[in-house]
């Protein structure tokens, strides 16, 4: 029987499991970012997308075997950041991570073990486009309200100084490979045990 | 007109196995065929070789050549068949797209480009075909399992397929949701398609069946025509491992139970037990109410009493809160009411402890890597002799070490079966343990229960079988809203 | 997303999504500074107002609860706050007042679009299929994801797994694990079931699902451009 799943184009199975993945890692990252309302968590959120999202994405790759699922799911995960009030800045960042994420796991042959773990590494930095806009328009909204007084503003800015994003960046990307990590040991206990890798 | 000749086919996910050997089959149009045979021997395979879901969604290995009207299907892909083949699934929960359910009728036309308004119309044919009215422009996530199936049926109506496949329609399905689906199918066949139904639940197709084919680890064993099958008794059914035949509610088996013991009372005169007296070492539960959120009262139990190391069906109309009852008197679901075990009074966080549920889902309740730890993790004392002793029980000792979530459906429900003899809990709760399983498996299930009363547990089932009913449970209460 | 037609909205999915982008712009990102300030303390009440109209009270009062709670802070306690304390004030009720609009407008068109329409709109504002579809399978996967996720949980404070309990330093690893591998066993089926019925059958679609702008759509498109006109004229002047 001559199978349709040859090309490369995306069929609709490909696009259902975005779906369901997409569902399952939002439900989980809704479900932390519940404890984003005490303000400390709201900085490590990205990093625990990383490690506890990291395992239903890691079982998602091994269903990825076409070029495009990563990005997409990457720019799905900005679209609904910017539905839910995270303004559209996560949008153009999740679509560059998303790339990146795309080509480290298509260098792997959409396959390798090794470029699984590092494209959990980099995907779930799409959370970080959520702080952009902390950093981006600081200065403006403390113009506005100079009433706060100087020093508490400066002092703000004293704890969110702009490399601050690059360090949220990078503790995102050493989480995520630990997520990486996680979901490939549950990955062989479990998953592919059970038949669903 | 549909063909097989000399069908082979092996699935690459179980090599070993052939799952069908040398099919050869023909079947006409406009004719409906039940195929059934034990869990395994070949009936779904058979469906999905006709609906293109192998190879597009499973792999495996065909040889063998498959026709329809005289078009070799090997040529055609999966979206070649719609529109031509409609298939019902076997979970209600798993086959609709959409949330809504005007929407889901609408899906398969939508993708075949069809015209806004002849959607519209073909939609307004099945609606009223189906009398489904009431069912529209509801969120599907409110429906009860037999709505949901009611819908899958529809919208493959909407597409008007000549040809109607269904693997296990009604294995989620309660007697009064079964007899529902009875009547669309009937309603296909009046319209003429040729329909192919997969079951092991035969009694509500029986007699619309034109044919009964009988599968054996994967070929055919009996072909039998409707004059054949129309006299069909239960103990021939028996004789070929099929369930019964019987189309008998759960209310009328308890109604039957109830006469029966009045019967037995006046011959020997055995000491009475009348609804309201009752005998000390009864469970005894008193004002189980429960409302959703929406305030909708879905359980209204003032009194109720069970007898000890006996086993008690729950029958019922669908959608009357019996799966919610179970869920209140196990402790999951917080209410106020109140159980007495031995004359001590138990909440619903004591009750946590002495009650084990078995869900009607199994698959919710598989924790661990293997079958074993699933069994240790159970037991309030890890003693890993025990463990396998029970799994020996279950006639689960091969499976030991193998993935709980990679074994079949009756495997699952029996590994749950175990983890509720590990857990020793004096009372033992079971929601629809024999959905979708064949006579084989259920006779097993009926059998471990059947020891687990001599061992002084009590079971309380919620349960639409009354081949099941007949074979383990000693009382059978109606439940209604 | 719901199924109901009860709770339908008066407002065409596209005029929704223009308005988060406008609560993103003006309300969070504080664009146009002091001179916008009544447009937007008007896009501040609007969300409340919308989904007062849905019929959606609870989350129309326990965002005004949150609010008014934080305009409290902000305004009685923060002047009189020293210290860590006042730079903790500063920040939470920052977050909240610029976020919480924002929030709620996305709670608003979650809560009242069907997932019919949403698809319909993206037909119409011609997103590729390769968006479209997995968001609409997204939206359909969360209650089932839910569901499982609650049934797992019943199982396991019935088996005494849980907090506390034993076997909690394995407590993720049961609670995820099923959780996933059931969704993931959903999925699979729900997949099976989609393509029979002709699902990624071919570019084209037709769709029932009857979108378009009505009077509230112009009316919120007047008062967008409204905001828009006057913070350009003051750029301008």
């Known amino acids: 029987m001559n199978k349709q799943t040859n090309s490369n184009r995306l069929n609709g199975r490909d696009l259902i499991n975005i779906g369901i993945y997409s569902a399952i890692y939002l439900v989980l990252a809704i479900a932390l970012a519940m404890t984003g309302l005490i303000p400390i968590f709201l900085i490590l959120l990205s990093s625990m997308y990383g490690i506890i999202c990291g395992i239903p994405f890691m079982l998602f790759l091994t269903k990825v075997k076409k070029p495009g699922m990563i990005f997409i799911m990457s720019v799905i995960m900005g679209v609904v950041m910017f539905a839910t009030g995270m303004t559209w800045m996560p949008i153009p960042f999740s679509v560059v991570t998303g790339i990146i994420a795309e080509i480290v796991y298509r260098s792997g042959n959409y396959s390798s073990m090794k470029a699984a773990v590092l494209t959990c590494g980099i995907f779930p930095m799409w959370a970080c486009g959520n702080y952009l806009p902390l950093f981006v328009q600081r200065e403006q909204y403390f113009a506005e309200r100079a009433s706060y007084g100087q020093e508490y503003a400066d002092a703000v800015m004293r704890m969110t100084p702009n490399w601050m994003f690059f360090v949220l960046l990078i503790m995102t990307f050493v989480c995520g490979i630990m997520g990486g990590l996680i979901g490939k040991k549950l990955l062989k206990k479990h998953f592919v045990k059970a038949g669903i890798a | ?207 619309l069946a034109d044919r009964v084919v009988i599968f054996e680890a994967g070929r055919v064993v009996h072909d039998f025509e409707k004059k054949e099958i129309s006299s069909f008794t239960d103990e021939q059914c028996r ?243 | 997303m719901s199924g109901n037609a009860s709770k339908k909205s008066f407002l065409d999915p596209r005029t929704k999504l223009l308005l988060v982008l406008v609560e993103a712009v003006l309300v969070l990102a504080t664009a146009g500074g002091e001179r916008l300030f009544w447009f937007r303390i008007l896009f501040t009440v609007l969300p409340f107002l919308l989904l007062f109209t849905a019929g959606r009270y609870k989350s129309c009062i326990t965002g005004g609860i949150v609010l008014g709670i934080t305009l409290f802070l902000q305004y009685a306690v923060f002047p009189k706050a020293q210290g860590g304390l006042a730079m903790i004030l500063l920040i939470v009720t920052s977050v909240i007042t610029r976020f919480l609009p924002a929030y709620l407008i996305g709670a608003y068109v979650i809560q009242t679009t069907k997932v019919s329409e949403f698809k319909a709109a993206m037909e119409k504002m011609h997103m590729p299929d390769e968006l479209t579809i997995p968001m609409c399978v997204m939206f359909r996967f969360f209650p089932t994801v839910r569901e499982e996720s609650t049934s797992i949980q019943a199982a396991m404070k019935m088996r005494g797994i849980g907090m506390g309990g034993r076997k909690a330093s394995e407590m993720p690893e049961y609670r995820l694990v099923p959780m996933i591998s059931c969704s993931a066993k959903i999925g699979e089926e729900l997949s099976a079931a989609a393509l029979t019925r002709g699902l990624g059958k071919s570019r084209k679609r037709t769709n029932i699902c009857r979108i378009g702008f009505g009077i509230f759509d112009y009316l919120i498109f007047a008062l967008v451009l409204a905001t828009c006109v006057y913070w350009i004229t003051g750029v301008i002047g």
């Open chain 2, 1 to 207: 007109m549909i063909q097989f000749e000399k069908v082979n086919f092996t699935y690459t996910a179980n090599p070993e196995e052939m799952s069908l050997r040398n099919i050869s089959l023909a079947i006409k149009d406009g004719e409906c065929v039940l195929l059934t045979g034990p869990s395994g021997c070949g009936k779904s395979t058979l469906l999905r070789l006709l609906n293109g879901l192998i190879p597009e969604f499973y792999d495996g290995d065909m040889t063998g050549k498959i026709f329809i009207d005289g078009t070799d299907i090997s040529e055609k892909g999966i979206y070649d068949f719609v529109g031509k083949i409609g298939t019902v699934f076997q979970n209600p929960r798993s086959q609709f797209f959409n949330v809504d359910t005007t929407s889901e009728l609408a899906f398969g036309c939508e993708n075949m480009a069809i015209p806004e308004a002849e959607i519209l119309s073909r939609m307004e044919g099945t609606v009223s075909a189906f009398r489904i009215e009431k069912l529209m422009d509801r969120n599907i996530f409110e429906l009860s399992g037999g709505e949901k199936q009611k819908i899958a049926c529809a919208s493959i109506h909407v597409l008007g397929p000549d040809i109607i496949l269904l693997d296990e329609p009604s294995a989620n399905l309660d007697y009064e949701a079964a007899e529902n689906l009875r009547q669309i199918i009937q309603c296909w066949k009046e319209e003429g398609k040729t329909i192919l139904i997969a079951e092991h639940r035969i009694n509500y197709v029986w007699d």
């Open chain 2, 239 to 481: 004789g070929y491992k099929l369930r019964s035949l019987k189309r008998i509610s759960p209310q009328e088996i308890a109604f039957e139970k109830r006469n029966r013991a009045e019967n037995r009372k006046k011959n020997i005169n055995a000491e009475g037990r009348e609804g309201n007296d009752f005998r000390k070492e009864d469970i005894r539960l008193e004002g189980f109410t429960y409302a959703y959120k929406s305030g909708e009262n879905v359980l209204n139990i003032r009194k109720m009493q069970i007898k000890r190391a006996k086993a008690t069906a729950i029958v019922g109309a669908n959608g009357a809160g019996k799966t919610t009852f179970l869920e209140c008197l196990c402790g999951i679901r917080k209410n106020k009411g109140k159980m007495w075990l031995d004359g001590k009074e138990y909440d619903s966080k004591a009750r946590l402890k002495v009650i084990f549920m078995v869900m009607q889902d199994p698959n919710h309740q598989l924790f661990t890597e293997s079958v074993l730890d699933e069994v240790l993790i159970s037991m309030p004392e890890e003693n890993e002799e025990r463990a396998k002793q029970i799994l020996s029980q279950v006639d689960l000792s091969d499976f030991a070490d193998r993935h709980p979530m990679s074994l079949s459906g009756g495997q699952k429900q029996r590994v749950a079966l175990a983890c509720a003899i590990a857990s020793e809990c004096p009372i033992l709760l079971l929601d629809e343990p024999t959905s979708g399983l064949d006579l084989t498996h259920m006779l097993e299930v009926a059998e471990i229960l059947n020891q687990l009363k001599k061992q002084g547990r009590t079971i309380i089932t919620v349960t639409h079988d009354s081949e099941f009913i007949e074979k383990c449970c000693d009382e059978v209460i109606v439940y209604g809203k």
